[in-house]
């Protein structure tokens, strides 16, 4: 049963993922008073491009080809060691921890910066330079976030530290977890392209980050990239609700059915994740390129004042 709980729970991520950025594209465009597009969009953009033929420059090489299926394949390892439909670790939990995830993420941000600059565009290579500094600052304050929660658990692994969360509801009041809270949220922004850090919906050329990278793909390699770019934005969601929001609602691995509830319960979070994510991109304006340093700096901050603060009011 374990086993089929851990297809099921990567089945989960490749499914719904899609749908959660259809929700937050079709909820943002409500709040600003628009019709915006259906919730299946993404789904039927997928269908399009996977129908679609491939073309590739003549100079690319093979790192061009295989960028989009190692960041695919990195994606896929990462769904399968955080807790998502459970809070029993899974067969497969046991590769990594939250430390090892965020390196696995790390590689498939590398690997699609490789797969830029081999496209021989200058736009790839403007995508790769901008990402490759923004994760430069992004990712110290990543580890710094974990490390907040850590210092509560006293442990780095999803699962524990998901338990350790749930059996003390107090813990989730202490300074510690709120900044490390905060800080999380605000690079979930940053490493999926949201506003205040980028414009998912821009169509400006020289202003876009994550998808200048990404414009020399096409067909099913294009398909491959946004569908595992919304898998990243989903199993980051997951994390930050499932470890430093609402860790509770999870079912165990002894059965289908409880498989079946966890899923469940991890629609409704994403919900209230994805209401977050619209009320600041429709809230705030995109901030101008040099002053994301700040903001990323602000987040590196947050989590640092958190881990001090666990050694002065005590943890």
């Known amino acids: 049963m374990p086993y089929l709980l851990q297809i099921l729970q990567t089945l989960l991520i ?157 813990a989730m009041l202490l300074p510690t977890h709120l900044l490390g809270a905060v800080a999380f949220f605000l690079l979930i922004l940053a490493e999926n392209g949201h506003i205040p850090v980028d414009n998912p919906a821009g169509t400006a050329e020289i202003s876009m980050i994550e998808e200048s990278r990404v414009l020399e793909y096409s067909g099913r390699d294009y398909a491959l990239v946004k569908w595992g770019s919304w898998m990243k934005f989903t199993i980051l969601s997951c994390v930050f609700m499932n470890v430093f929001v609402l860790p509770w609602g999870l079912g165990n691995a002894t059965s289908l059915a409880q498989g079946l509830l966890g899923s469940l319960a991890v629609a409704g979070k994403l919900l209230l994740s994805g209401a977050l994510v619209v009320v600041v991109d429709s809230s705030f304006a995109k901030l101008r390129f040099f002053r994301i340093a700040e903001y990323l700096g602000g987040a590196f901050l947050l989590a640092l004042i958190g881990i001090i603060t666990s050694y002065v009011v005590g943890r």
């Open 14 to 170: 490749l499914a719904i993922s899609p749908l959660y950025v259809g929700v937050i594209a079709r909820g943002a465009a409500i709040l600003q008073s628009k019709r915006g597009p259906s919730v299946l969009q993404p789904y039927r953009d997928l269908r399009k491009w996977l129908r679609k033929g491939v073309v590739r420059s003549e100079y690319a090489s093979p790192v061009f080809v295989a960028a989009p299926y190692v960041a695919m394949a990195c994606y896929l390892t990462v769904s399968t060691i955080v807790p998502i439909i459970t809070d029993q670790p899974l067969p497969l939990a046991f590769m990594g921890d939250l430390l090892g995830g965020a390196l696995v993420l790390a590689l498939a941000g590398f690997a699609m910066s490789l797969g830029a600059m081999d496209s021989g565009s200058p736009l790839g290579a403007l995508g790769a330079s901008r990402t490759a500094w923004l994760s430069s600052l992004a990712e110290p304050a990543l580890i710094l976030v974990f490390f907040t929660v850590g210092v509560l658990s006293a442990s780095d692994n999803p699962y524990l530290m998901n338990h350790a969360i749930a059996g003390s509801p107090a």
